[in-house]
Every structure is written in structure tokens, then in C-alpha cells.
């Protein structure tokens, strides 16, 4: 699973009309799920999400994690992540969990970071959403659950 992860004073997501989720200081993550992601990386995603240390300490330095802070997150399923954009000019989405089976995950991994006793709230899988956030830093990471033998990027630009 790839995610892009955003420290934040506040976020919130709009569903059509409605807000669908909303947090104060946390985690803003937009997630997608890869063709071959399973469970294993839904499981390692919420386990890193529930422990990396992004936050400032009193000092200033990144020690603290979200369950020091009381934080929350904010899980937003974004498939457009998996797009493939080395050839041409339009993304491929070839590499793109089919939408029943990425939905699971997405619930697996908000599911995965409620045991670590953190608040979670998401958007609204598969809609048309507006993502609304106040970046602290800003502090933005990208997290892949896969490691550098699946990922299956070229490893000098000239390969592609």
C-alpha cells in the first residue's frame, strides 16, 4: 500500500455535500492499495502510522508519536497513488487495486490503527471528496508498505 502522510494542526473531508471526517493535530493519510498488497501491508502501514515519531518535543526534535500527542488520523482511500505516469502522458491505473478489494484493505488498515487506541476518521471510499488541512511543518512523508524488491520502480531514471 502507498500513502502520502501529512502532519496536521486540523483536517477535514467533504462528501458530496456533507463532512464526512474531521480531526484536530494528527495524521492526514491518503492511501492506495496496489494490485498485490494483502492484509501484511494494511497490518504494516497501521502499525507505522500508530508509531513513527513526527512530532515535536519540547525541544523541537521529532519524538513524539501520535499516542504521545493524544492524536488523530485521517484515512483517505486516493487510488490515483497506484497510477503508473513513466510512459506517455495520461496516467495508468493498470497497477490499481479493483475498488471491493481496496476497500477492505482501507478498512483493515483503519481498523489496524483503532487497536493501537487511536482515533480514526475517514472520507467516504470511492467518492468525489475535497480534502480541507492545515499542514504543521509542513512534515509531509510518503510510507510504502512493500519494500524496495517489490516496489518494481527502475532504479536510475534512464531505465524507465
Known amino acids: 500500500m502507498i500513502s502520502v502522510v501529512q502532519r496536521v494542526r486540523s483536517a477535514h473531508v467533504i462528501g458530496g455535500a456533507q463532512e464526512v ?3 484536530g ?3 492526514l493519510v491518503l492511501v492506495g492499495a496496489v494490485r498485490d498488497d494483502g492484509e501484511r501491508d494494511a ?3 497501521a502499525k507505522r502510522l500508530a508509531t513513527l515519531r513526527l512530532f515535536s518535543d519540547d525541544e523541537g526534535r521529532m519524538n513524539l508519536s501520535l499516542r504521545d500527542i493524544d ?3 485521517l484515512v483517505v482511500s486516493q487510488f490515483t497513488l497506484a497510477a ?3 510512459k506517455g502522458r495520461r496516467p495508468s491505473f493498470a497497477r490499481a487495486m479493483p475498488p471491493a478489494t481496496a476497500e477492505r484493505l482501507v478498512t483493515r488498515l483503519v ?4 487497536e493501537y487506541g487511536l482515533e480514526v476518521e475517514t472520507g467516504s471510499f470511492g467518492a468525489e471528496m475535497q480534502v480541507h488541512l492545515v499542514n ?3 512534515v509531509t512523508l510518503l510510507l510504502d508498505s512493500r519494500p524496495p524488491s517489490r516496489v518494481g520502480r527502475p532504479t536510475d531514471p534512464d531505465d524507465a
Open 136 to 138: 504543521d511543518g509542513p
Open 43 to 45: 497490518d504494516y502501514l
Open 71 to 73: 492524536g488523530a488520523v
Open 21 to 23: 471526517g474531521r480531526i
Open 25 to 27: 493535530a494528527g495524521l
Open 111 to 114: 481498523e489496524g490503527i483503532r
Open 84 to 86: 503508473d505516469t513513466h
